[in-house]
């Protein structure tokens, strides 16, 4: 009797086994939805984990996780675009947005956004978010095309332990320096000579330069290139100068040597740029360091910085468009995910809640964390080439500027002469952009 | 009479079934796609919006871009590579094939950088070319007291650094090209030279370089044909073409094009122009071939 | 006393050895320092002057990447393309060079400027329509694309061969036509074993192009158990490089350099020591 019972036991719960895998699977047919990204091992370790929990969310999903070297990722994605194998989920950088939106290859996402219970929107940055929408005309407003990775602000660090073997008091986190007060600074910070040579600065970054002084690449409409604005080659000569002049940062010559990034973790930089990716290696690193304001210019009073980011974008051509979105937004927002991603110094949380509350509360360097969502929330800006089709005139930029740095013209002469240049190729990327989209309709 | 032009019939069609492999190769694999790029150099094809016929307007545009006309010339200054590469790997052959001792070693030691990985070597030799911290400068300032230049930085020196890097990682693999030439030359030849009274010098001049020049000339050729098309190194070492653009080749302004600008159309007609060239070049090359190719008689 | 041919020969090799042994040494400068970088501890990495003989000598890179990354199977497959192309593609290839370079047919030459031709677009050009037509047939994510068109031959090698033949004297084909012997079994009897050592020279350069190739595997294949080895390691390489972690990268390149090294070893002799093979030279 007992044996029998045993085995009618076991009868019923072998059948109830069964009816419970089953049951979902019967009620929806097997879908599998393709996921491509260059995620290094880290990332991809938080993505295989969060996949995971996805399919077993979605019992009916299969998720094919592909991983692509980054230097070729987009001549893959081109690949498999021409060959019609679009992965229904991908990794879009920022600055692609605009083609692809118009190409009708983006599933548009708002109402997706609207109807989703898995995340609220009103807890995502605005800014995060408004970078991957785009009427077809600028980029920040209209439909959303993709979901953030990550977002990315340019913050600056410094080398506390150098600030005090020079006697320079700390900066304060809350009130930032002005442009004089940074280089008077800087000037104390750059001492000695040979192996132990310390500059007060790495190379500073342009972006943050030119947009603190009221200037910029492009005017509002961006049609039209404004590199020889006064303000624009003030901005651009202060910056040369801290080297050519002031000699507060390394010098050209050095820093194709050997980058600032190496000079700073080996303690030989007082003030160094930095992402939030740097993190995990600057955890590392055995001197006291923290975050600071960008200084201001004395021009505006007011300071400036780039945020990076990098979108997942959902196939218009996906057969499973709710599928794919609940995915991505399983990778870009979900709770786990996020909490993983700063943990272990990759990201600042895209929710707002998470990144005023366990974020700012981690009790690892820098201290100064909130200064990394200020620049989300205050001052910091879209990079340039977001706005435009291609970057054919910003790269004809960088690539003449190095005149400058070298001292061979000055901020004037260079502006002046590449202007023209950079204006005809930003008319080549808005004619295309115009014929594209009118072959679009 | 009637045997031999029996023979001939076999012949052609035992040629045909021979060289049909390499043919079919062609037409299975080659073709479709080269015709393709070939059509869409007339158009302004991409992936993201497809194909629109604009006739000539890719190779109008080519022709007054200024970049292009900058990655020609560095792509044929980069050319030099090709006989210097050609002249030490023959002298190396010279060495290698007397035989001396540890001549097997030495063999392995002069192939290793070519089976080694694009991205490592290039690491390598970024960090030798490095002004302030590589070897060739210390040792420049080391031995001959004088400060080298800025190798990888500096416009004039970055395309002879390319070359010397290209020649030391191709030139000992190409020495096994010509080892195995040097192989092929019967030893009567040279015991007759002797027995005319000509010394290792003459005997070189007279048996060993005419007998190579077929290998020569395939060398030759294939140079031409690589690296004209040379871009891996580029990509890797040299961050947007290198100062003032002094680095980029035409692939790898083809490379940008492409891929990083969405203008596949644009780039394979910078495609076919480059192809045109390689193929003039190659013509000429087989055309001057019998005034100094030894065809084995 | 140097009129003696037997000490002058002597004296050459002595010289030749010299200058070989210092060719050599900066040969090896950098893989030796490749080797010490896989070596060292990551702040020893950049000083000057450079470290030599890492201390500590620490392995654990080398475990490390065999852990980190799935490189047995990128060995695996990359053999499997490498071995099936080679073998099948050199028979093909050394008939196709014996036809070009021995046989009389129309349009011979004309057809070979033609399969030459064929080399002279840039890759980056037919690389999507080729993927396009891979894909309809439904061969993405498998070794296919990268075998089965190196199956039909290799036009470098082609050309090479038929290079090298115009070495071969043209009269004992002749000879051997007249006698009867069919056109395979000249191929067979005669070219095939006259031209060895430069099959064995090509092989091994072929061999290395497959090895790294690496663009063709990063277009075709996805799942990590079909991946060949440049793709696992360019995986690999780009995060490193950004922590710059030299040594794990150092060492990841040595490990994938060794095959390739073991086969040229392998060869090496076939094109050296195989002088007058058929005895057919004299």
Redesign the interface.
């Given at each position: 009797m007992r044996k029998v019972s045993n085995r009618l036991l076991i009868l019923v719960s072998c059948i109830l086994l069964v009816l419970v895998t089953i049951t979902p699977a019967l009620a929806q047919n097997p879908i599998t939805i393709t996921f491509m990204g260059?995620g290094?091992?880290e990332e991809h370790e938080i993505f295989t984990r969060l996949i995971e929990k996805y399919e077993e969310r979605y019992p009916h999903v299969t998720v094919?996780y592909?991983?692509?070297?980054?230097?070729?990722y987009?001549?893959?994605l081109?690949?498999?675009?021409?060959?019609?194998?679009t992965p229904d989920v991908f990794y879009l950088p920022a600055g692609d947005l605009m083609?692809?939106a118009?190409?009708g290859?983006l599933a548009d996402l708002t109402e997706l956004v609207a109807n989703t219970d898995l995340f609220d929107e009103a807890n995502i940055w605005p800014e995060a978010l408004a970078r991957y929408r785009y009427d077809g005309n600028m980029v920040g407003q209209g439909p959303l095309w993709a979901l953030p990775k990550d977002v990315g602000p340019w913050a600056l660090a410094y080398n506390a332990d150098l600030f005090k073997e020079a006697g320079v008091p700390l900066p304060d986190p809350d009130v930032p320096w002005t442009w004089d007060e940074f280089l008077e600074n800087a000037r104390k910070l750059t001492r000695g000579s040979g192996?132990d040579r310390k500059w007060g600065a790495a190379f500073y970054t342009l972006e943050a330069a030119v947009w603190a002084n009221g200037a910029d690449w492009l005017d509002e409409t961006k049609t039209r290139v404004t590199v020889d604005d006064s303000k624009f080659i003030e901005a651009l000569q202060w910056v040369a100068d801290l080297r050519l002049v002031h000699q507060v940062t390394p010098t050209r010559?050095?820093e194709?040597?050997?980058g600032g990034?190496?000079r700073f973790?080996n303690g030989q930089i007082a003030m160094f740029p930095m992402g939030p990716w740097d993190q995990p290696?600057f955890w590392r690193l055995p001197f006291e360091w923290d975050l600071m304001p960008w200084p201001v210019s004395p021009n505006t009073g007011k300071n400036a910085t780039w945020i990076g980011s990098m979108g997942f974008a959902v196939s218009s051509r996906t057969k499973n468009l709710q599928e794919a979105f609940n995915l991505a937004a399983f990778l870009a927002l979900d709770r786990e995910g996020q909490q993983l991603n700063y943990e272990l110094g990759m990201a600042v949380p895209n929710l707002i809640d998470m990144a005023e509350t366990g974020f700012l509360n981690m009790d690892k360097p820098p201290a100064n964390r909130k200064e990394f969502l200020r620049i989300i929330t205050d001052y910091g800006r879209r990079p340039i080439n977001e706005y435009t089709y291609?970057?054919?005139w910003i790269?004809a930029f960088?690539?003449?500027v190095?005149a400058v740095y070298a001292g061979r013209k000055t901020a004037a002469e260079f502006c002046k002469e590449i202007q023209p240049e950079m204006q005809s190729l930003l008319d080549r990327a808005i004619a295309r952009q115009e014929?594209?989209r009118q072959?679009?309709r | 009479m009637q045997t031999k032009v029996s023979i001939y019939k076999q012949e052609k069609r035992w040629a045909y079934l021979f060289v049909l492999p390499a043919v079919l190769q062609f037409f299975l694999f080659g073709a479709g796609p080269l015709i393709y790029s070939l059509y869409a150099s007339f158009t302004?094809w991409n992936?993201?919006?497809g194909v629109?016929f604009v006739g000539l307007a890719n190779y109008r545009e080519i022709l007054v871009t200024e970049r292009f006309w900058k990655a020609v010339y560095n792509t044929f200054f980069l050319m030099l590579g090709t006989p210097i590469g050609i002249a030490c790997a023959l002298m190396l052959a010279l060495a290698l094939n007397r035989r001396t001792i540890g001549s097997k070693l030495f063999r392995v030691i002069y192939y290793l950088p070519s089976v080694s990985s694009v991205v490592a070597i290039s690491i390598l030799w970024t960090w030798i070319y490095?002004?302030?911290?590589?070897i060739l400068n210390t040792l420049l300032r080391m031995v001959f007291g004088v400060d080298g230049p800025?190798w990888?930085?500096d416009p004039t020196w970055i395309k002879p650094s390319l070359i010397l890097m290209g020649v030391w990682r191709s030139f000992g693999a190409t020495a096994i090209f010509y080892l195995a030439a040097l192989q092929n030359i019967p030893q009567v030849y040279y015991e007759a030279a002797k027995i005319d009274g000509a010394g290792p010098w003459q005997s070189f001049w007279r048996v060993t370089l005419p007998l190579i020049t077929p290998i020569t000339f395939y060398l030759l050729v294939m140079g031409v044909i690589g690296n004209m098309q040379s871009f891996a190194e580029i990509?890797v070492m040299l961050s947007?073409?290198g100062?003032?653009?002094s680095g980029a080749t035409i692939v790898y302004f083809l490379w940008q094009k492409a891929?990083?600008?969405?203008e596949m159309g644009f780039a394979c007609a910078v495609a076919w122009i480059l192809g045109s060239i390689i193929f003039i070049l190659t013509l000429l090359q087989f055309k001057t071939m019998r005034h100094w190719v030894y065809d084995g008689s | 006393m140097l009129t003696n041919p037997k000490a002058q020969q002597r004296i050459g090799d002595i010289l030749v050895t010299i200058l070989l042994s210092l060719g050599a040494v900066t040969m090896l400068f950098p893989f030796a320092w490749m080797i010490s970088t896989s070596l060292k501890e990551q702040r020893y990495i950049?000083t000057?002057p450079p470290q030599w003989i890492p201390d500590p000598i620490l392995w654990h890179k080398y475990i490390e990447v065999w852990e980190?990354v799935p490189l047995l199977y990128g060995f695996m497959n990359s053999t499997i393309v490498a071995l099936s192309v080679i073998i099948v593609g050199t028979f093909t290839s050394s008939l196709a060079a014996f036809a070009f370079s021995k046989m009389r047919f129309p349009h011979k030459e004309k057809l070979f400027m033609f399969l030459l031709g064929t080399m002279m677009i840039p890759y980056a050009a037919v690389?999507?329509?080729q993927?396009?037509m891979?894909?309809?047939i439904g061969w993405?994510d498998t070794l296919w694309p990268l075998i089965l068109p190196g199956l039909f031959g290799n036009v470098a090698m082609i050309f090479f061969l038929r290079q090298y033949l115009t070495g071969v004297p043209t009269a004992i084909i002749d000879a051997a036509k007249i006698d009867g012997c069919s056109f395979f079994g000249i191929y067979w009897r005669i070219v095939l074993p006259s031209i060895k050592p430069a099959i064995a020279a090509h092989v091994v350069m072929w061999f290395m192009g497959i090895w790294n190739d690496y663009?063709g595997p990063?277009?075709y294949l996805?799942s990590p158990r079909k991946m060949t080895i440049q793709?696992v390691i360019?995986?690999?390489?780009?995060?490193y490089a950004?922590?710059?972690d030299y040594a794990l990268i150092m060492a990841a390149s040595v490990i994938s350099m060794m095959p390739v090294i073991f086969i040229f070893v392998f060869f090496q002799r076939y094109f050296i020591e195989s002088l007058v093979i058929s005895g057919m030279k004299e």
């Amino acid at each position: 009797m007992r044996k029998v019972s045993n085995r009618l036991l076991i009868l019923v719960s072998c059948i109830l086994l069964v009816l419970v895998t089953i049951t979902p699977a019967l009620a929806q047919n097997p879908i599998t939805i393709t996921f491509m990204g260059h995620g290094h091992p880290e990332e991809h370790e938080i993505f295989t984990r969060l996949i995971e929990k996805y399919e077993e969310r979605y019992p009916h999903v299969t998720v094919n996780y592909i991983n692509v070297p980054p230097a070729e990722y987009m001549i893959r994605l081109q690949a498999m675009v021409a060959g019609n194998q679009t992965p229904d989920v991908f990794y879009l950088p920022a600055g692609d947005l605009m083609p692809w939106a118009d190409s009708g290859l983006l599933a548009d996402l708002t109402e997706l956004v609207a109807n989703t219970d898995l995340f609220d929107e009103a807890n995502i940055w605005p800014e995060a978010l408004a970078r991957y929408r785009y009427d077809g005309n600028m980029v920040g407003q209209g439909p959303l095309w993709a979901l953030p990775k990550d977002v990315g602000p340019w913050a600056l660090a410094y080398n506390a332990d150098l600030f005090k073997e020079a006697g320079v008091p700390l900066p304060d986190p809350d009130v930032p320096w002005t442009w004089d007060e940074f280089l008077e600074n800087a000037r104390k910070l750059t001492r000695g000579s040979g192996n132990d040579r310390k500059w007060g600065a790495a190379f500073y970054t342009l972006e943050a330069a030119v947009w603190a002084n009221g200037a910029d690449w492009l005017d509002e409409t961006k049609t039209r290139v404004t590199v020889d604005d006064s303000k624009f080659i003030e901005a651009l000569q202060w910056v040369a100068d801290l080297r050519l002049v002031h000699q507060v940062t390394p010098t050209r010559e050095e820093e194709q040597s050997m980058g600032g990034y190496s000079r700073f973790i080996n303690g030989q930089i007082a003030m160094f740029p930095m992402g939030p990716w740097d993190q995990p290696a600057f955890w590392r690193l055995p001197f006291e360091w923290d975050l600071m304001p960008w200084p201001v210019s004395p021009n505006t009073g007011k300071n400036a910085t780039w945020i990076g980011s990098m979108g997942f974008a959902v196939s218009s051509r996906t057969k499973n468009l709710q599928e794919a979105f609940n995915l991505a937004a399983f990778l870009a927002l979900d709770r786990e995910g996020q909490q993983l991603n700063y943990e272990l110094g990759m990201a600042v949380p895209n929710l707002i809640d998470m990144a005023e509350t366990g974020f700012l509360n981690m009790d690892k360097p820098p201290a100064n964390r909130k200064e990394f969502l200020r620049i989300i929330t205050d001052y910091g800006r879209r990079p340039i080439n977001e706005y435009t089709y291609d970057n054919e005139w910003i790269d004809a930029f960088w690539q003449g500027v190095d005149a400058v740095y070298a001292g061979r013209k000055t901020a004037a002469e260079f502006c002046k002469e590449i202007q023209p240049e950079m204006q005809s190729l930003l008319d080549r990327a808005i004619a295309r952009q115009e014929q594209q989209r009118q072959r679009n309709r | 009479m009637q045997t031999k032009v029996s023979i001939y019939k076999q012949e052609k069609r035992w040629a045909y079934l021979f060289v049909l492999p390499a043919v079919l190769q062609f037409f299975l694999f080659g073709a479709g796609p080269l015709i393709y790029s070939l059509y869409a150099s007339f158009t302004d094809w991409n992936v993201l919006f497809g194909v629109r016929f604009v006739g000539l307007a890719n190779y109008r545009e080519i022709l007054v871009t200024e970049r292009f006309w900058k990655a020609v010339y560095n792509t044929f200054f980069l050319m030099l590579g090709t006989p210097i590469g050609i002249a030490c790997a023959l002298m190396l052959a010279l060495a290698l094939n007397r035989r001396t001792i540890g001549s097997k070693l030495f063999r392995v030691i002069y192939y290793l950088p070519s089976v080694s990985s694009v991205v490592a070597i290039s690491i390598l030799w970024t960090w030798i070319y490095n002004y302030d911290y590589g070897i060739l400068n210390t040792l420049l300032r080391m031995v001959f007291g004088v400060d080298g230049p800025n190798w990888l930085y500096d416009p004039t020196w970055i395309k002879p650094s390319l070359i010397l890097m290209g020649v030391w990682r191709s030139f000992g693999a190409t020495a096994i090209f010509y080892l195995a030439a040097l192989q092929n030359i019967p030893q009567v030849y040279y015991e007759a030279a002797k027995i005319d009274g000509a010394g290792p010098w003459q005997s070189f001049w007279r048996v060993t370089l005419p007998l190579i020049t077929p290998i020569t000339f395939y060398l030759l050729v294939m140079g031409v044909i690589g690296n004209m098309q040379s871009f891996a190194e580029i990509h890797v070492m040299l961050s947007n073409g290198g100062t003032e653009y002094s680095g980029a080749t035409i692939v790898y302004f083809l490379w940008q094009k492409a891929f990083q600008n969405y203008e596949m159309g644009f780039a394979c007609a910078v495609a076919w122009i480059l192809g045109s060239i390689i193929f003039i070049l190659t013509l000429l090359q087989f055309k001057t071939m019998r005034h100094w190719v030894y065809d084995g008689s | 006393m140097l009129t003696n041919p037997k000490a002058q020969q002597r004296i050459g090799d002595i010289l030749v050895t010299i200058l070989l042994s210092l060719g050599a040494v900066t040969m090896l400068f950098p893989f030796a320092w490749m080797i010490s970088t896989s070596l060292k501890e990551q702040r020893y990495i950049f000083t000057l002057p450079p470290q030599w003989i890492p201390d500590p000598i620490l392995w654990h890179k080398y475990i490390e990447v065999w852990e980190k990354v799935p490189l047995l199977y990128g060995f695996m497959n990359s053999t499997i393309v490498a071995l099936s192309v080679i073998i099948v593609g050199t028979f093909t290839s050394s008939l196709a060079a014996f036809a070009f370079s021995k046989m009389r047919f129309p349009h011979k030459e004309k057809l070979f400027m033609f399969l030459l031709g064929t080399m002279m677009i840039p890759y980056a050009a037919v690389m999507i329509p080729q993927f396009v037509m891979f894909s309809n047939i439904g061969w993405v994510d498998t070794l296919w694309p990268l075998i089965l068109p190196g199956l039909f031959g290799n036009v470098a090698m082609i050309f090479f061969l038929r290079q090298y033949l115009t070495g071969v004297p043209t009269a004992i084909i002749d000879a051997a036509k007249i006698d009867g012997c069919s056109f395979f079994g000249i191929y067979w009897r005669i070219v095939l074993p006259s031209i060895k050592p430069a099959i064995a020279a090509h092989v091994v350069m072929w061999f290395m192009g497959i090895w790294n190739d690496y663009l063709g595997p990063v277009i075709y294949l996805t799942s990590p158990r079909k991946m060949t080895i440049q793709p696992v390691i360019a995986l690999f390489n780009s995060y490193y490089a950004s922590q710059n972690d030299y040594a794990l990268i150092m060492a990841a390149s040595v490990i994938s350099m060794m095959p390739v090294i073991f086969i040229f070893v392998f060869f090496q002799r076939y094109f050296i020591e195989s002088l007058v093979i058929s005895g057919m030279k004299e």
